[in-house]
Every structure is written in C-alpha cells, then in structure tokens.
C-alpha cells in the first residue's frame, strides 16, 4: 500500500511539473518584425499598439489564473485523488498567441519610435511587457 502511495504521488508531481498551465511573466516573447507595419501611420500604429496591449492583459489574466488554479489541483491531487492530475495546464495554443501578442507589441513599439510619433514614449527593454500586463 505504501509503494502504491508514493508511486502515486511521483506520478503527480511529474503530472504537475509537465502539464501546469504557464504563468505569463515566464511565457518568452517571440520576435515579430517590425517591418510589416511600416505601411501605418502613426495613427494606426497607437490604435493597434493599444488593441493589442488590451490582448495581453486579457490572454495574460486568464494564464495567471489557470497557472494559479493549477498549483491547487497538483496540491490537492497529490493529497486526494491522483487522476485529477491530467486536468491540469492551460492551453499551449494561448500560450504561443500570448507570446507572438507581445512580440508584435514589441514590435509596434519599435515601428512608433522608428517614425518617431509624437507623443509615444517607448519603455526601456523589458518595461514595455510588463507595463502591458
């Protein structure tokens, strides 16, 4: 009975650890060029850049919260009743859409300085993703 519990409780863990869903801060932004809005004005730019910034912190909540919930399922399915466990994880598709979101707000960014568009301030290095969350 012992051998049982623990080779259940190593399933879990491994569960946990390979099927959580990812928490935002730690998804890796995926590069977008900047090139593909060179054909927008400055108006266009913030409109999108503003569309998108909506995007992340949307997308961006609701991987917090699953990353969140499933910390509490690996916990309680360790404890309680091991198949929980492959209910965990958010979806990977949200995952890269969240990632290829903060590369094109990177990039709209980028696009703004580069017309240099009155009255955008563009964040320094990291700045820009974490002030959109």
Do not use: H
């Not at 959580?20 to 932004?29: D, L, R």
């Not at 399915?77 to 198949?83: A, Q, S, Y």
């Not at 696009?111 to 002030?131: D, F, I, R, S």
């Amino acid at each position: 009975m012992r051998m049982k519990r623990l080779t259940a409780a190593l399933l879990c863990v491994t569960m946990a650890q390979y099927g959580c869903a990812t928490s935002s801060k730690n998804i890796a932004t995926t590069y977008v060029t900047p090139m593909q809005y060179q054909a927008y004005d400055c108006d266009q730019l913030l409109s999108e850049l503003l569309r998108i910034q909506g995007r992340i912190s949307d997308l961006g909540g609701r991987l917090d919260s699953a990353a969140a919930n499933d910390v509490l399922i690996a916990a309680a399915t360790v404890i309680l009743f091991w198949p929980a466990a492959f209910a965990l994880g958010g979806t990977k598709q949200q995952e890269a859409e969240y990632a290829r979101l903060k590369g094109e707000y990177d990039s709209i960014s980028k696009a703004l300085v580069m017309k240099k568009c009155a009255g955008y301030n563009a964040p320094t290095t990291e700045e820009g993703n974490e002030n959109v969350k």
